[in-house]
């Protein structure tokens, strides 16, 4: 069977099937020809019913929740020189089948040096080292280069993130990512082919691959242009223009331990009676404006300590605390408000023990929003209204709580925001290859491979 178009027989319109019956020494007799007409315009027609009856389906029903799979439906670009390399995208399990990763063994001044500091790992940057080794094992990561769609290069820039005059920097990001691009463009023919187009990098810090924790100045200092034409991993997004989301980005979560998040359940299951109602632990300044004469947070926590420090119903505390996870799995409502950055591991660590989370940052654009329901599953309060913030989440209690909460538990959707040694369907990384799966228009070999099948 083959498919052709229109332009291949005029005096046909849409897609006809030619089928052919080789019979090697006899044409069949006149009335078993016009038996093999009739049965070929009925199969054509009955093929066409079920291809335009499927798109139909696709594009007016959403994709549906699982707790075992996320098979989000795509949108098909209209480009022809793209439109049979996504047309798979209908089935993300296809794509991902065939969907091949090569990762760049660069030397261990790159990653593996930095995990000698076991906090590399752990703390909320480490995406750029958990989907590094989840990749080494899965089934898209193919060794040889030519096969592959995407280029993954493992920098670990994070791992050093140092302190000066008490701020937290990443000045070091850019000149180590420029060495290693030096590295495999001297060593191998595929970033030069597309100048990076293909290659993916993680920026899991602030203002993603603006790499500085300041605004100001990662607005002024921008992407840097080698980078421009790559994809990039990073926990930064908004809903607006932005300077630091100049790239073609995905948003993925920060990163939190699973097994934190297990032995937290342990102690403290998630199903028991919450006894605190609205929490929050962590940076909150008495006076917003520092040393630097910048305001952290937007004055958004400032504003929270003053408004409802006194309020018995708000559980609020400044100190670290190590155990404060459990606090997390007894709380009604956690508020996730903006710090330096719009996003915060709380979101993560709200949904997985079960809390509401209650997110105070304008615009903030949250990760594989097609997985995670987000609207379903949280609160959002603009940053103006922030002193209003009990009255609206005692409404949302009188209201709609119990619904929340109920979608809360849905498992597939914290699965979404995990990421784990493997890939797991459904999980975090795994969500990464879906949004991969979907930018095939920058993979070198499949656009060669269609240049070639049309010539």
């Given amino acids: 069977m083959k498919w052709r178009s229109t332009k291949d027989s005029p005096k046909n319109r849409g897609f006809y099937l030619k089928m052919k019956l080789l019979h090697k020494h006899t044409r069949p007799p006149p009335e078993k020809s016009c038996f093999f007409r009739y049965y070929k315009w009925f199969l054509w027609l009955s093929l066409s019913l079920y291809f335009f009856s499927s798109c139909f389906i696709t594009n ?16 098909l670009p209209s480009s022809p020189l793209i439109e049979s390399i996504n047309i798979t995208a209908l089935n993300p399990s296809a794509v991902l089948k065939d969907l091949k990763i090569f990762v760049y063994d660069l030397p261990p001044r790159y990653n593996s040096d ?6 590399c790992s752990n703390h909320l940057f480490a995406s750029e080292v958990a989907i590094h080794r989840a990749l080494l094992t899965s089934e898209v990561r193919t060794f040889d280069p030519y096969e592959a769609d995407f ?6 820039v ?5 302190t000066v005059n008490g701020f937290p920097a990443i000045g070091h990001a850019r000149s180590l990512i420029s060495s290693a691009i030096q590295l495999i463009s001297s060593q191998y023919p595929f970033w030069n082919r597309t100048q990076g187009s293909d290659h993916v990098f993680v920026a899991s810090h602030d203002f993603g691959s603006c790499f500085h924790t300041l605004e100001d100045v990662a607005i002024a200092d921008g992407v840097p242009e080698f980078l421009k034409r790559s994809i990039i991993l990073q926990t930064f997004g908004v809903e607006y223009k932005h300077p630091c989301q100049d790239v ?3 948003v993925i979560p920060p990163y939190v331990s699973p097994q934190s998040l297990r032995n937290t359940l342990e102690k403290e299951p ?3 009676r919450r006894d ?3 929490f929050f632990r962590g940076k909150m300044e008495l006076y917003p404006k520092n040393v630097s004469g910048r305001y952290y947070s937007k004055k958004v926590r400032t504003e929270i300590w003053r408004k409802f420090n006194g309020d018995r119903r708000f559980y609020l505390q400044r100190q670290r605390f190590e155990g404060y996870q459990l606090e997390i799995a007894r709380s009604v409502f956690c508020l996730c408000p903006l710090g330096w950055a719009p996003w915060s591991p709380r979101l993560v660590e709200s949904v997985e023990l079960g809390c509401v989370p209650v997110i105070i940052a304008d615009g903030i654009r949250l990760p594989f929003p097609r997985a995670v329901k987000w609207e379903e599953i949280s609160v959002r309060v603009a940053e103006k209204d922030v002193g209003k913030v009990g009255r609206i989440l005692e409404e949302v209690a009188a209201t709609n709580l119990s619904s929340i909460q109920r979608n809360l538990w849905k498992a597939g959707r914290r699965k979404a925001l995990l990421f784990n040694d493997e890939v797991e369907e459904g999980d975090a990384t795994w969500q990464v290859l879906e949004a991969l799966s979907q930018k095939l228009h920058k993979s070198y070999r499949r656009v060669k491979n269609q240049w070639g099948a049309d010539t």
């Fill in 60 to 75: 007016n029903n959403p994709p549906t929740d699982s707790d075992s799979t996320h098979k989000s439906q795509s949108t």
């Fill in 114 to 119: 930095w995990l000698s500091n076991k906090r």
């Fill in 151 to 156: 280029f993954f290069v493992p920098v670990y």
């Fill in 158 to 162: 994070s791992c050093n993130f140092s």
């Fill in 248 to 250: 073609d980005n995905v």
């Fill in 270 to 272: 998630g199903n028991r």
């Fill in 276 to 278: 605190i109602w609205v």
